[in-house]
């Protein structure tokens, strides 16, 4: 899955502004799977509510949902966030963003919602016949963590995540994409525009995935 500044796979970042901004954020905010305010069950179900309400509202109406008054405390500090469905087990769209973009979470959730919808540029906008049939995944990703290649070569593919740099553009691969290790290093190579043998430099994530109960 993409990354980038609300991007799709081999969009561009605007790294410096991205990297002072992820920077500035308080620890807590960097890494969701051990932040104890997400393990709440209500928490979960509130962004991932909030993910849907976005997503089916722009799929439908394109309309752009205003942010919520009223979300737990967890939703109000800033995010980074990937929005994707799921149809039939294969991925119908994600985008997202290795920084927060947005003032908060909940802001987030809205943006990635929206771009995931519609502006995924892999594959066609959602229609509104298919939401019934998708199933929808809020991932929270940490702040990258420089790693060597070696590292990479070792990260877990069901607990860890992946982002590959080349140059300006960035390859994610989300933990639980794949069970299969030896897809994390060529996926996230391909999804950032890179060769098998172009140097890039590698970063270790961690994502806090929150998926929905499968429709049928």
Avoid: K
Wanted: with cysteine; glycine share 6%.
């Amino acid at each position: 899955m993409s990354s980038l500044s609300r991007f799709s796979l081999g969009a561009l970042l605007p790294l410096l502004l991205a990297a002072l901004v992820g920077a500035a954020l308080p620890a807590r905010a960097q890494d969701p799977a051990q932040d104890p305010r997400w393990a709440d069950p209500a928490v979960q179900a509130a962004a991932l509510t909030l993910a849907r309400r976005a997503f089916d509202a722009y799929a439908r109406r394109r309309e752009v949902l205003d942010p919520p008054t009223h979300v737990p405390p967890a939703l109000r500090g800033p995010m980074a966030v990937f929005v994707s469905t799921m149809r039939a087990g294969a991925p119908r769209c994600c985008m997202g963003s290795l920084y927060p973009t947005q003032p908060d979470a909940a802001d987030e959730i809205i943006a990635s919602a929206v771009a995931a919808a519609g502006h995924d540029r892999r594959f066609p906008p959602v229609r509104p016949g298919e939401l019934a049939h998708l199933t929808l995944i809020v991932s929270l990703v940490s702040r990258p963590r420089p790693i060597t290649e070696s590292e990479a070569a070792s990260l877990d593919p069901v607990r860890d995540g992946l982002a590959v740099r080349n140059g300006d553009r960035w390859g994610v691969v989300l933990s639980g994409e794949s069970p299969r290790r030896e897809n994390m290093m060529p996926w996230g190579r391909i999804r950032a525009g890179a060769g098998p043998h172009t140097p890039v430099q590698w970063f270790q994530i961690s994502d806090l995935r929150l998926r929905e109960t499968p429709r049928r």
